[in-house]
């Protein structure tokens, strides 16, 4: 087995999280916001948010996880976190052959939705969204939508304060878990158009779109020798050919960390930004 695999197995099986790092540490982000977010364990909210491993622990991601809790915060939902009884989705490990794996991380999470109190589960991360919304039912299951549906749903009911129209153009990614096997296409394309963004869509797109090259365990692996160039570096070649494009919109953890290491290995970080779609939409928002 690949090192690098078997090492961030060991870590979802020991903390529960592919980072090594220790549960208590899963809601430290929360400490960059100046307002504090609920303990979905202590008090009953109607949004439980499943932040999910890249979300709380890369200081990559820390930014755009933070802009979803303001665009939350200031849109008047009352949601709330399970802090360090969450755990891995364990969506990856499945699909990474770690059937065992998987089923331990889903019952240690239903059995923390069991102590929670709320209406509906969110996610910032298609991969948990996958999982939690087909893999997880027992009988008592809660809805599960994808931040991009509730934000998209807000917009329509005209509950989301949108200030300003960015007008900048843009391309989007379909992530896997979102797009070919959820066909959640219109929801984040509705919110990108209400932005004041100029969607130029990239030749794969929707069902044709190109993965990121991370799910199935993929970003905790080295490439083979042979391995002549990574999909991220792929796509986000073909997304800085498109004319006058200067942002690459995603909407899934993994996507912002894989674009933003291809960036970086192209040179085209200079051409190119890569931004989760809260942080476009807090900037909207004012």
């Known amino acids: ?6 090492e961030a197995l060991k870590n979802l099986s020991r903390y529960g999280n592919s980072f090594g790092a220790p549960p208590r540490a899963r809601a430290q982000w929360t400490g960059q916001l100046d307002f ?8 009953p909210v109607q949004y439980l948010w499943f932040v999910g491993d890249y979300a709380s622990y890369d200081v990559r991601v820390a ?4 802009a979803a809790a303001r665009v939350f915060h200031k849109a008047g939902l009352d949601f ?23 089923e331990r991380l889903r019952e240690k999470n239903l059995k923390a939705f069991a102590r929670a109190h709320f209406q509906e589960i969110i996610t910032t991360d298609p991969h948990s969204f996958h999982v939690l919304k087909h893999e997880y039912e027992d009988g008592d299951s809660k809805p ?17 304060p949108l200030r300003k129209r960015l007008r900048t153009k843009v391309t989007y990614h379909d992530p896997c878990y979102l797009g070919r096997y959820n066909a959640i296409f219109h929801a984040p394309r509705r919110v990108i158009a209400a932005l004041g963004l100029e969607l130029v869509e990239m030749a794969r797109n929707r069902v044709y779109s190109y993965c990121c090259g991370a799910g199935a365990g993929r970003i905790w692996m080295e490439d083979p020798p042979l391995f002549e160039q990574r999909p991220a570096v792929s796509r986000v070649m073909e997304a800085a ?14 996507d912002l960390v894989m674009f933003q290491d291809a960036l970086r290995i192209t040179g085209l970080h200079h051409r190119l930004e890569v931004k989760e779609l809260s942080e476009l939409v807090e900037q909207a928002m004012g």
């Open 241 to 254: 050919t498109l004319d006058k494009v200067r942002i690459l919109v995603v909407v899934c953890p993994k």
């Open 63 to 66: 930014a755009a996880t933070c």
């Open 80 to 102: 709330g976190i399970l802090g360090d009884s969450e755990r891995n989705s364990g969506n990856d490990a499945r699909l990474a052959g770690q059937e065992g794996l998987y």
């Open 1 to 6: 087995m690949d090192k690098s695999l078997q």
């Open 36 to 43: 504090p977010i609920k303990d979905a364990r202590q008090e």
């Open 144 to 160: 599960v939508r994808h931040h991009t549906q509730l934000l998209s749903d807000l917009i329509l009911e005209g509950k989301l």
